[in-house]
C-alpha cells in the first residue's frame, strides 16, 4: 500500500525544530514518568497502604482498580482539550495539561494511608487519579503534534518518534527509582515514607517540562490553517471528526488496543505476577524493566527513523502480529524462573511489541485526520481505547484468580486483543498530511484510483 501520495512540505529545521522536540519531550516524559510511577506502586504498595483489611489477592485487584479509573476520565480529557488544541492552539491547551497532570501527580504524595484516615485514603487517591486522567487524555495528542505538525514530513516519522522515546524513558526512571529505594530502604522503611519519594520528584519534572513548554512555537500546519478562512459556524471538531472520518477512528480505536494492552501486561501487570505469583524478588521484575526501557530509548527512534522509507503501516502491522506471537510464549519464559530468561522475555515483549507500535503510533494516526480535526482525532483515538489498557492489569489480575493462578487466561486475552489490532492496522489507508476538510473525499478517491493503476500496470 503506497504512503506517499504528495511530496513533503520543508517544516521547521534546525535549532527551532530541536526546541519543538524538546518541548513535546519533557511534558511527554512527565505523562509517562507520572503514569508508570502510579501503575509500579499500585502492583507493589498500595495494597497493604490503602486496602490493608483484604485478603491479599483481593487487596492486588483494588489496587490496580484505582489504576484503572484514571483511565475513564481519560477520554473526557481528550475531549475537551482535543476541542481547545484545534480550535485555540495545541500549545496553549498543552500548558493547562501539563499542570494537571504533574499537580494531581505531586498532590498523590501527601495522602495519609488506611491506618491513619480510614475510608478517605482510597478515596482521595482515587480523586487524584481521576483528576489525573482528566489531565493526562488532553496531553498525548496535542505532544505529538508539537513535533509532527512542524517537521519536514519525510522526517515526521523519525522526529515523531523522539518524543515517543519519552515513554522508555518515564518507564525508566519510575522503575530505577523504585528499584533504588527498594533496595536502600528496608521493607518497613520503603513502605512508610519510600514509596511516596517518585512521587515528590514529579514537581520537579513539572517545572522543567512547564519551562520547556512555555518558550515552545505553535506548530506551522495549525498556523497554517488560521491563514485560510474560517467558517462561521464550524461544527465541533468532535462532531466534524465522526462525519468526516467514521472509518478512519474506529481503526484507529482498534489500532490502538494492542500496543496498550500490552504495554500494562508486561509492565504493571508483569511486575507483580513475578514478584507475588512467582514469589521472586521485586528487584526482578523491576531490573528487568529497567533494562527493557533503556533499550527503548534507542529501539523508538531507530524504528521511526526506518518507517519513514517502509512507511509508518508496516512497522506497526509488525509490532502487532509480534504481540500476537508472543502472547503464550512470554507466560512460559516467565514461568522458568530463571532470572535471565525473564528479563529477555521483559526486553522482547517491551521492545518488539508496544515500543514498536508507539514510536510510530501519532504519525499514522496523523495521516488519518484532517487538520481541523487532528488534535480530537488522537486524542480520542488514543485514549478511548486507553480504557481497556489501563483496565488491563485489573482483568489479568482476575483472570489469574479465575485460571487457579495459570496465567493462560491472560494470555489469551492478550493474543485476541492483538488479533483485533493487525486486522485494524491491516484496513488503515493513511491520508496526506495537510489535509483540509473540503479535500478528503477527493483524495481518498485519488487514492483508490492510483491503487487500481498500480494493479493494472
Not at 505523562?31 to 504498595?45: K, P
Not at 496465567?407 to 491520508?431: M, R
Amino acid at each position: 500500500m503506497s504512503e506517499r501520495l504528495h511530496e513533503p512540505t520543508a517544516g521547521l529545521s534546525g535549532k527551532a525544530m530541536r526546541r519543538v522536540v524538546w518541548g513535546s519531550f519533557a511534558g511527554a516524559l512527565l505523562e509517562w514518568y507520572d503514569f508508570f510511577i502510579f501503575g509500579t506502586a499500585a502492583g507493589l504498595v498500595f495494597a497493604p497502604l490503602f486496602f490493608p483489611d483484604s485478603d491479599p489477592s483481593v487487596g492486588v485487584i483494588a489496587a490496580f482498580a484505582t489504576f484503572g479509573v484514571g483511565f475513564l476520565t481519560r477520554p473526557l480529557g481528550g475531549i475537551v482539550f482535543g476541542h481547545f488544541g484545534d480550535r485555540v492552539g495545541r500549545k496553549i491547551t498543552l500548558i493547562w495539561t501539563l499542570g494537571i497532570v504533574g499537580t494531581s501527580t505531586f498532590l498523590i504524595k501527601f495522602i495519609p494511608t488506611y491506618n491513619d484516615i480510614g475510608i478517605w485514603a482510597p478515596l482521595l487517591l482515587m480523586v487524584l487519579r481521576l483528576i489525573q486522567g482528566i489531565g493526562l487524555g488532553g496531553e498525548y495528542g496535542g505532544a505529538a503534534l508539537m513535533t509532527i505538525e512542524s517537521a519536514p514530513q519525510k522526517k515526521r516519522g523519525f522526529l515523531g518518534s523522539l518524543p515517543q522515546t519519552a515513554a522508555s524513558v518515564g518507564i525508566m526512571l519510575a522503575t530505577g527509582i523504585f528499584a533504588l529505594c527498594n533496595h536502600l530502604l528496608t521493607q518497613e522503611q520503603f513502605l512508610a515514607w519510600g514509596w511516596r519519594i517518585p512521587f515528590w520528584l514529579s514537581a520537579l519534572m513539572l517545572a522543567v517540562g512547564m519551562f520547556i513548554r512555555l518558550h515552545t512555537e505553535e506548530t506551522l500546519d495549525f498556523k497554517h490553517r488560521q491563514t485560510k478562512p474560517q467558517e462561521k459556524k464550524a461544527p465541533l471538531p468532535l462532531i466534524e471528526l465522526f462525519r468526516k472520518h467514521p472509518k478512519n477512528i474506529s481503526l484507529a480505536l482498534g489500532a490502538r488496543l494492542a500496543e496498550s494492552v500490552s504495554s500494562n501486561i508486561i509492565n504493571a501487570f508483569g511486575i507483580v505476577y513475578i514478584s507475588t505469583q512467582l514469589a521472586l524478588s521485586r528487584d526482578v521484575p523491576l531490573t528487568g524493566m529497567l533494562i527493557a526501557s533503556a533499550i527503548g530509548i534507542a529501539i523508538c527512534p531507530l524504528v521511526g527513523w526506518i518507517s519513514d522509507r517502509t512507511g509508518q503501516r508496516k512497522i506497526y502491522l509488525l509490532g502487532a502480529g509480534f504481540c500476537v506471537l508472543f502472547a503464550f510464549p512470554f507466560f512460559l519464559l516467565l514461568g522458568t524462573k530463571s532470572v535471565a530468561i525473564i528479563w529477555i522475555s521483559m526486553i522482547l515483549g517491551y521492545n518488539f511489541g508496544p515500543t514498536m507500535m508507539f514510536a510510530v503510533q501519532p504519525t499514522l494516526f496523523t495521516r488519518m485526520f484532517g487538520t481541523q480535526v487532528r488534535y480530537t482525532g488522537l486524542s480520542f483515538a488514543y485514549q478511548v481505547s486507553a480504557i481497556l489498557g489501563g483496565m488491563s492489569p485489573l482483568i489479568a489480575s482476575s483472570l489469574l484468580a479465575l485460571g487457579g493462578g495459570e496465567p493462560w487466561y491472560v494470555a489469551t486475552f492478550l493474543f485476541f486483543i492483538s488479533v483485533v489490532s493487525f486486522v485494524c492496522v491491516w484496513f488503515i489507508e493513511p491520508l496526506p498530511l495537510n489535509t483540509s476538510p473540503g479535500k478528503t473525499q477527493q483524495l481518498t478517491h485519488d487514492y483508490h484510483f492510483l491503487r487500481k493503476q498500480s494493479h493494472e500496470q
